[in-house]
Nanobody, 123 residues
Framework: VQLQAFGGGLVQAGGSLRLSCAAS????????MGWFRQAPGKEREFVAA????????SYADSVKGRFTISRDNAKNTVYLQMNSLKPEDTAVYYC?????????????????WGQGTQVTVSS
C-alpha cells in the first residue's frame, strides 16, 4: 500500500490544520492507521492511531484533547485534525499503516509509511 500525507503548512500558535493521508494500491479498511512525527534532532514519536473500523483510537498524552484522528474507508483516507497548535508541535508528520487488528503506538509495528508533511507552528 502506498501512502501520501499532505496538508501541512505554517500556522500560528493556537491555530488549526488538518492533515490527510491518502492510500493507493490497496483498501485501507484492513489496516490500522497511525500518525507519527519527527522534530529536528529527535526520534520519530507516536501521535495517534485508529482501528480498522474507526471505533477505537489512541493518542499521545502530548496531543490528547487537541488532535483527533479519523478515517473514511470509502475514500481510502485517514485524517489528523490538529487544533490549539503549539510551537512544540512543529515536526514532519508521517502516516503509517499496519495490517493488524490491534491499535499500536509502536512505530516498529508499522510496515508502510508515507513521505511526511511539514508542520510548522510559529509562536
Amino acid at each position: 500500500v502506498q501512502l501520501q500525507a499532505f496538508g501541512g503548512g505554517l500556522v500560528q500558535a493556537g491555530g488549526s490544520l488538518r492533515l490527510s493521508c491518502a492510500a493507493s494500491g490497496r483498501s485501507l479498511k484492513s489496516y490500522v492507521m497511525g500518525w507519527f512525527r519527527q522534530a529536528p534532532g529527535k526520534e520519530r514519536e507516536f501521535v495517534a492511531a485508529i482501528s480498522r473500523s474507526g471505533g477505537s483510537t489512541s493518542y499521545a498524552d502530548s496531543v490528547k484533547g487537541r488532535f483527533t484522528i479519523s478515517r473514511d474507508n470509502a475514500k481510502n483516507t485517514v485524517y489528523l485534525q490538529m487544533n490549539s497548535l503549539k510551537p512544540e508541535d512543529t515536526a514532519v508528520y508521517y502516516c503509517a499503516a499496519v495490517y493488524s487488528t490491534f491499535v499500536s503506538s509502536d512505530r516498529d509495528n508499522y510496515n508502510y509509511w508515507g513521505q511526511g508533511t511539514q508542520v510548522t507552528v510559529s509562536s
